[in-house]
C-alpha cells in the first residue's frame, strides 16, 4: 500500500474505517508504542524477567497487526511464546533482533504516512 516496503495499513484503514482523525490516532499509538516497547523488551531480557516481557509482548501483540508487518509480528509472538512457558529462552535475543533491526524503517515509514494527515 503506497509503495512502502516495511508496513501495510490494511487493518489500520479497516479499523479507522476512513476517518482521518483516527487514522492520525492510531498512528501517533503506534509510533510511541513501538518506539518504547521494543526497548523495553530488550531490557526485560536482559534482566530475564519472563513474566514482564511475555506481558509487553503480548500487548505488542495487538499493536503491530496495525503495522502489518509479519515478519515482526511473528518474532513478536515467538518471544511472548518462549517467555510465557519458559521455554527455548535462548532464542529470544535473535527474535528481539529481528524486532530491533525492522523497527527503525517501519517508524520511518508510519511517520511519513503520518506526516500526510497533518
Known amino acids: 500500500m503506497n509503495g512502502y516496503r516495511h508496513i501495510n495499513l490494511s487493518y489500520l484503514e479497516r479499523m479507522s474505517h476512513g476517518d482521518i482523525s483516527v487514522k492520525k490516532t492510531l498512528l501517533e499509538m503506534l509510533l510511541k508504542e513501538l518506539e518504547v516497547e521494543i ?48 521455554e527455548r529462552l535462548e532464542d529470544v535475543h535473535q527474535y528481539q533482533q529481528v524486532l530491533e533491526k525492522l523497527c527503525p524503517p517501519v517508524l520511518e515509514e508510519l511517520k511519513k504516512e503520518y506526516a500526510k494527515l497533518t
Do not use: C
Open 39 to 86: 526497548p523495553k523488551m530488550k531490557r526485560l531480557i536482559n534482566r530475564q524477567d519472563w513474566l514482564a516481557l511475555r506481558e509487553a509482548s503480548h500487548k505488542m501483540k495487538t499493536t503491530l497487526p496495525f503495522v502489518g508487518n509479519h515478519t515482526m509480528l511473528d518474532a513478536n509472538l515467538e518471544i511472548e511464546t518462549r517467555a510465557k512457558y519458559e
